[in-house]
C-alpha cells in the first residue's frame, strides 16, 4: 500500500500544475530497528529486531480533466527480520487514487478518495497471511511552496487465512505535513489514531484471555500467545528527507507508537528507520 512518504509525490498531480500524464518507477532499500517487534506489554514478552527491506513500486497518473486525475500504483514489499525469520515478509498491493481540485490553483485545496488491496505472505507464520482491503477518503492544501498539508479517514479490513486473531478492521483518522526548509532537504510530520483491533503477543494470562476477541497460539516468539483486543492506537512519525539529485534521496525517520486496549492493557514502541530512495528516469 502506499506508504504517507511516497503519498506526497502525488501532491504535484491534478492540483492545478499538471498538464499530463505522469508515470514513477520507484526502488527503495530501508534498514529499520523495531523495539517491539511481538507487539508486547510485559518486558519478558516484548522483543527487539532488525529489519532489512527492499520495495519495488509503479504508478501512473492520468489526466481526467483540468482539476482532476486517477492515479494506480502497484508495489512489492521484502522485508526480512534478523532475528525472527518467521515474520519475514512479501507483500504485494494495488492502489487507486481519484482527484479533483474544485478551484484551479496553486494553493487550492484538493478532495480525493482511494482503495487499496494487499497480499501478505509470512516466511514460516501462517497464521499471519492474509490480505488487507482499505478505503479512504481525505484533502491536503498547499500553504506556500515549501509547506503541504494532507488529513484523512480511511477504514481498513483484513482477513486472514485461517484464524480470527489476525482478522481485524480498523477505523483510522490522520494527518500528515512536509515542509521544504531547503531545496534538497524536506522535513515531514504524520500522526494517526485508529480505534478498533489491535493483536497483542503475551505469555498466557487469565487477564489477557477475558479481554481477548481471538486467542491463537504463536511460536514466533517461543511459548506464547496472540491475542486481539479492542484498542486505540496512536502512531507519531517524524522525518527528514536528502535529496542527493532527481533520482537518488535518503531518507531517516522515527516512529512511535502506543496502544491502549480493554482490560487496561497497552504497549508501546519505536521504529527507527534509514532508507536510500531511487526514482527511474
Excluded at 7 to 13: G, I, K, N, S
Excluded at 22 to 28: K, L, R, T
Excluded at 197 to 223: C, R, S
Aim: charged residues 20%.
Amino acid at each position: 500500500m502506499l506508504c504517507f512518504r511516497h503519498y506526497f509525490f502525488l501532491a504535484t498531480l491534478f492540483t492545478g500544475t499538471a498538464t499530463a500524464d505522469v508515470s514513477n518507477v520507484d526502488a527503495e532499500l530501508s534498514l529499520r530497528h523495531d523495539s517491539n517487534v511481538s507487539r508486547a506489554e510485559a518486558d519478558n514478552d516484548i522483543k527487539s529486531d532488525n529489519i532489512l527491506a527492499l520495495d519495488l513500486s509503479a504508478g501512473r497518473g492520468f489526466i481526467l480533466s483540468p482539476n482532476s486525475g486517477v492515479l494506480l500504483h502497484a508495489g512489492t514489499e521484502l522485508a526480512e527480520f534478523q532475528h525472527f525469520d518467521d515474520i519475514s515478509h512479501i507483500d504485494f498491493s494495488l492502489d487507486a487514487l481519484y482527484r479533483i481540485q474544485p478551484a484551479v490553483a496553486y494553493t487550492a485545496p484538493w478532495l480525493e478518495a482511494g482503495i487499496s488491496a494487499q497480499r501478505q505472505n509470512f516466511m514460516g507464520s501462517d497464521i499471519r497471511d492474509g490480505n488487507v482491503l482499505a478505503l479512504n477518503v481525505g484533502m491536503g492544501k498547499r500553504f506556500t511552496d515549501k509547506l503541504r498539508m494532507h488529513g484523512g479517514v480511511g477504514w481498513e479490513r483484513r482477513y486472514a487465512d485461517d484464524n480470527d486473531v489476525f482478522d481485524w478492521q480498523r477505523l483510522k483518522i490522520s494527518i500528515a505535513a512536509d515542509f521544504k526548509s531547503s531545496p534538497t532537504i524536506t522535513l515531514y510530520t504524520h500522526l494517526s489514531r485508529a480505534y478498533g483491533d489491535q493483536v497483542f503477543t503475551a505469555t498466557p494470562a487469565p487477564a489477557f484471555l477475558n479481554a481477548a476477541k481471538a486467542v491463537i497460539n504463536d511460536p514466533v516468539f517461543g511459548a506464547r500467545r496472540a491475542y486481539r483486543l479492542n484498542a486505540v492506537a496512536d502512531v507519531l512519525e517524524l522525518g527528514s528527507s536528502f535529496s542527493i539529485n532527481s533520482s537518488n534521496t535518503l531518507d531517516v525517520g522515527l516512529r512511535y507508537f502506543q496502544i491502549d486496549a480493554e482490560g487496561s492493557h497497552s504497549y508501546d514502541g519505536t521504529e527507527i528507520r534509514m532508507s536510500w530512495l531511487y526514482r527511474f528516469q
